[in-house]
């Protein structure tokens, strides 16, 4: 029974949207506040981009041209913070609120005007951030990591820092628990556990590790705050206190952190393979367990970031045996996905490409994962350009792909319109060599002894670094075209049909495209044939 | 564009790739020193051995995938099958993942042991970063010096400088003071810091060390081969984190000696003359090279710092104001910020010196002339 049959009429009454700015300052509809996120999180994209191309321009060639050391490693420090916090978690609270409701038959997030207040806290919360670019003593450069005793050099922007990150903390934990409570009390009648959609799993595991992590990260910074402003010592070596135990804190925060950023990413992908391969996901239960595997192990391999740091042997071999077993999860997830298109029907459109290039080269960076975590070699490779590609393998080529993937696959339903697919397979082509250009050839200057977060190198790394800039400024230059194609699919693009991909299965492709402003009013009935694909 | 124009497209830009790659791929290193030490070469094996087995296990899940995307496409016919689980399949590739990592664990493991058995040393140096430069001290000779970026590779790094670095001799990876070491002994480093984080790491050793105020790291090594090694600090430790290199020099046991004994009368001269009065001129010469390598980083050539980073000394209230507050600044450093307590690394005729010089430079005119026994006194 199509959705159309039974809600149509009942819409027509109720479709009205407010008009005008008030509309997005008061939301509290699902929809718009998703739109909200991913317009923002696209922005800071941008702004964060910006940066990078700064930090390529300027590691060019040997020397300094452009830029001081310390605006540099401003631009270092605040390139990933506003990747990580501004860009992808904001994404994947976007993807969440657009399609979690609608994906479990509920007619909006359980709590909307929590879900209003935790966006309208990001913009804010990132003014304050990027103000401390005009502040006395200039942005914060101690690395995104924030460790003492370096960051407390930081001038005035010092406290900017802190007081965002405790805000980022509040808006993350708030939308969290509003993703909690909606698919523990809004799911619509059969759908149970077992049933949800795979991105809804991934975004239930990735809420409460949201809400067991961020506390602790706040809690580590008002202790650097204390520490600068109060005069206590918690990582003042003079004063008796261990510049060590913040970074056991920030990472008991940070491994988690690495899985927030990349389980929705897997959510995605577990979507979309299935849907274009024409064929169910296979391993749905092993994947769930997967997932919690995965979040459950995050909680205990946290020292393998400072394995140079000095720890005791047994400490050093518990972390290292935890972060390998990491591996096998990880392992059963690929193995899926590619058991998923055997013997499908397979065609590629955009949402597909992306998310088989994510396939790739996130296990390249989860092999290389794998390398850092044996401890005796992490001692070469740690703080080397090896790990920059490492986690830039996993994060861009990862979590962003995905969520490009993401959003080439819900854009028709979102807006009703199909995207250009031409341009869009333009843009995946453009940017899958571009970025394998900007990025490989960093595993060969961090091998070949290149430290990271430097300015200026010795000469022997030149050629690499050229190769290197000139893949990043492509990047750079080809998710301009990504926005052309959204602006070009909600101006022009042609009328997108209720299921938009011929083998999409689940509740949300039974609604209209685009959706009314409210859905799901009347619970939708869940059989075999709407459940998870 | 058609799937043949995309074939093209992605061959030509490969083809161009390639191409680009080749000169560098001949000439510069791409992957791990093997190094001259136990550890380095330990390192290495167990390194290129795990890279071996990702490379076959990757060859054979791409392989798969790959041929599944040729054969399985809707383009070619293919009908999807409706199949969702294996129990069989999943626990097998469930178990073989575990297999293969406790294979790689063992001679991790083996590996890790080695590293940590730094007992039994022969020769025990402590180093102690410094923003930005590191401080080698010998325990059983007793002296100490301090290592900074060579002059020609710090005057060419300054921003916009002019000077190619390709002319230097290896640009940032020299010193002016190198560090030494005897071939064929087990050397004890205990890395520890005065100011924030720093990381000690020459490649060749096989590891790299966090130095950290508060703590004290051990590690050792046994150098086996005669030559110079050049290494970085490997931890952001701020604005000039770039420009700390380390150089190890590896000589024999004859050479190493002589240049101890050398380095043990050196110690004692610059402590020579503490108890003196010491004259206007000698004092601000003295004091500009102390200048020139502890301050000039951050408070630059003509002492007007940097803004919004570093407070500059021309017309400050420390540099011309009262001699007590400016001795105390310099001594004990402003907590809080990058100004270091420099009481704990120059002696008291170094500090007399650069105060004298700070005082009395860059049209800063106290014509007061601070002595080395005022130091003594405040410690």
């Known amino acids: 029974m199509s959705y159309g049959t039974t809600h149509e009429r009942h819409h027509d009454d109720h479709d009205h949207k407010p008009t005008g700015l008030g509309r997005w300052l008061f939301s509290t509809n699902h929809k718009d506040i998703g739109t909200m996120y991913l317009v923002f999180a696209l922005i800071m994209f941008f702004v964060g981009g910006a940066m990078a191309m700064v930090i390529r321009a300027e590691l060019f060639q040997p020397g300094l041209q452009y830029v001081d050391p310390q605006f540099f490693n401003a631009m270092t420090t605040m390139h990933a913070l506003v990747m990580i916090f501004g860009v992808i978690m904001p994404a994947g609270v976007g993807l969440a609120n657009w399609m979690v409701p609608m994906m479990i038959g509920a007619p909006d997030m359980a709590l909307p005007r929590m879900n209003n207040m935790s966006f309208w806290i990001l913009p804010f919360a990132f003014i304050m951030l990027l103000s401390t670019f005009f502040m006395e003593g200039g942005a914060p450069a101690g690395g995104w990591t924030m460790y003492p005793p370096l960051i407390t050099q930081l001038g005035d922007g010092f406290p900017f820092l802190i007081f965002t990150v405790h805000f980022l903390g509040v808006s993350s934990i708030m939308g969290a628990i509003n993703i909690i409570a909606t698919v523990f009390n809004m799911r619509a009648p059969g759908m149970g556990f077992m049933q949800l959609p795979l991105f809804v799993w991934t975004w239930i595991v990735t809420a409460f590790l949201l809400i067991a992590s961020m506390p602790v990260l706040a809690g580590a910074v008002t202790m650097l705050l204390t520490d600068k402003y109060f005069g206590t010592s918690f990582f003042v070596a003079a004063g008796g206190g261990d510049p060590v135990m913040f970074q056991h804190i920030f990472w008991f925060f940070g491994h988690p952190e690495v899985y927030i950023l990349i389980l929705p990413a897997f959510g995605i992908v577990s979507q979309i393979i299935p849907t274009f391969s024409r064929k169910p996901l296979f391993g749905y239960e092993s994947m769930v367990y997967a997932t919690a595997a995965i979040a459950f192990l995050s909680f205990f391999v946290w020292a393998h970031h400072m394995f140079t740091v000095g720890m005791p042997l047994a400490g050093e071999l518990f972390f290292m045996y935890a972060t390998m077993s990491i591996a096998v999860p990880t392992g059963v997830k690929v193995f899926n996905w590619i058991a998923t298109m055997w013997r499908g029907s397979m065609t590629f459109e955009t949402p597909m490409l992306f998310a088989l290039a994510f396939v790739i080269l996130f296990s390249i960076g989860g092999f290389s994962g794998l390398m850092l975590g044996i401890t005796p070699a992490d001692f070469q490779y740690h703080d080397t350009y090896f790990v920059v590609a490492h986690f830039h393998y996993v994060l861009v080529t990862g979590a962003i792909f995905a969520l490009m993937a993401g959003a080439y696959f819900w854009l028709p339903k979102w807006t009703g319109h199909m995207y250009d697919e031409k341009l869009g397979q333009l843009h995946f082509w453009l940017s899958t060599i571009s970025v394998n250009v900007l990025f490989f050839p960093q595993h060969f200057v961090g091998l070949a002894g290149m430290p990271r977060r430097i300015p200026d190198y010795a000469v022997q790394f030149t050629e690499w670094n050229m190769i290197s800039s000139i893949g990043g400024f492509a990047f750079g230059l080809s998710q301009l075209l990504f926005v052309w194609v959204v602006i070009k699919c909600i101006r022009e693009g042609k009328a997108a049909s209720e299921q938009v991909w011929e083998g999409a299965r689940g509740l949300e492709w039974t609604l209209p495209s685009p959706p009314p402003f409210h859905t799901f009013t009347v619970p939708p009935k869940v059989d075999a044939a709407t459940a998870h694909s | ?379």
Not at chain 2, 228 to 245: K, N, S, V, W
Not at chain 2, 256 to 269: E, F, L, S
Not at chain 2, 281 to 301: I, K, M, P, W
Not at chain 2, 319 to 330: L, M
């Open chain 2, 1 to 379: 564009m058609s799937a043949r124009n995309l074939k093209l497209f992605a061959g030509a830009v490969i083809s161009l790739l390639l191409l680009a790659i080749q000169p560098a791929w001949a000439e510069y290193g791409l992957n791990l020193p093997e190094g001259v030490t136990p550890i380095s070469r330990n390192i290495y094996e167990l390194h290129m051995t795990i890279f071996y087995i990702c490379c076959v296990i990757a060859a054979v899940v791409f392989g798969v995938m790959f041929w599944s995307i040729f054969h399985h496409r809707k383009s070619r016919g293919a009908k999807a099958a409706q199949f969702h689980h294996n129990t069989t399949v999943e626990i097998i590739w469930t178990a073989i993942p575990m297999v293969i990592l406790i294979l790689m664990a063992i001679p991790a493991t083996k590996s890790l042991i080695l590293i940590e058995s730094t007992g039994d040393s022969d020769i025990t140096i402590k180093i102690t970063g410094h923003q930005w430069r590191w401080q080698y001290e010998y325990i059983e000779e007793d002296f100490s010096f301090f290592s900074s970026l060579a002059p020609d590779s710090n005057e060419a790094r300054q921003l916009r400088s002019g000077v190619d670095p390709a002319t230097i001799d290896n640009y940032l990876l020299e010193v002016d003071n190198p560090v030494v070491v005897p071939v064929g002994y087990k050397i004890r480093f205990m890395t520890t810091a005065a100011d924030v984080i720093h990381s000690w790491w020459v490649p060749a050793l096989g590891w790299k060390r966090d130095s950290i105020p508060g703590f004290i790291n051990e590690s050792w090594a046994i150098i086996e081969e005669e030559g110079t090694y050049r290494g970085q600090c490997a931890e952001l430790c701020g604005r000039d984190h770039a420009f700390m290199p380390i150089v190890l020099k590896a000589v024999s046991e004859d050479e190493y000696y002589d240049w101890a004994g050398n380095m043990m009368v050196a110690a004692m001269d610059a402590e020579a003359g503490a108890d003196r009065e010491w004259g206007m001129d000698e004092l601000l010469e003295r004091g500009e090279q102390v200048y020139s390598t502890f301050c000039v980083a951050c408070h630059q050539v003509n002492g007007m710092g940097i803004p919004g980073a570093f407070k500059p000394l021309v017309g400050s209230p420390v540099t011309t104001g009262p001699v007590e507050a400016h001795i105390d600044t310099v001594m004990n450093g402003v907590p809080g910020t990058a100004m270091a307590p420099f009481g704990m690394q120059l002696n008291d005729v170094d500090v007399a010196a650069v105060i004298t010089y700070e005082r009395n430079s860059w049209g800063n005119e106290m014509g007061d002339a601070v002595q080395p026994s005022t130091i003594a006194a405040k410690r």
